[in-house]
Nanobody
Framework: QVQLVESGGGLVQAGGSLRLSCAAS????????MGWFRHAPGKEREFVAG????????YYADSVKGRFPISKDNAKNTVYLQMNSLEPADTAVYYCAADYSPPLSRLPGAYDDWGQGTQVTVSS
């Protein structure tokens, strides 16, 4: 059974950067795509970025496009989210998730496995 574990969250000042990692463990790991989502207090869960596991195609929410590049290391079963120019509005719990079938999706319901989340707090 696949487990996803996020790491790299923490407390940073506005304008700073963090890199989130999501490592998958299990006997097999062959997703179609990996995605990052975030959930802030009082807001709905929001798609942040996604990447097709083999082809490498990426897609982003408009709110983070240009700031949060997503990348992956297939050999390490790991996906990354580099968060730059952080703003207080980016404060949320960030989750990674695996989608095992096409097409590309921004919908949480399309993803099958989820990590436990990592807290990102951006101070003013």
């Amino acid at each position: 059974q696949v487990q996803l574990v996020e790491s790299g969250g923490g407390l940073v000042q506005a304008g700073g950067s963090l890199r989130l990692s999501c490592a998958a463990s299990g006997r097999t790991f062959s997703p179609y795509a990996m995605g990052w989502f975030r959930h802030a207090p009082g807001k709905e869960r929001e798609f942040v970025a996604g990447i097709v596991w083999n082809a490498g195609h990426t897609y982003y929410a408009d709110s983070v496009k240009g700031r949060f590049p997503i990348s992956k290391d297939n050999a390490k079963n790991t996906v990354y989210l580099q968060m730059n120019s952080l703003e207080p509005a980016d404060t949320a719990v960030y989750y990674c998730a695996a989608d095992y079938s096409p097409p590309l999706s921004r919908l949480p319901g399309a993803y099958d496995d989820w990590g436990q989340g990592t807290q990102v707090t951006v101070s003013s």
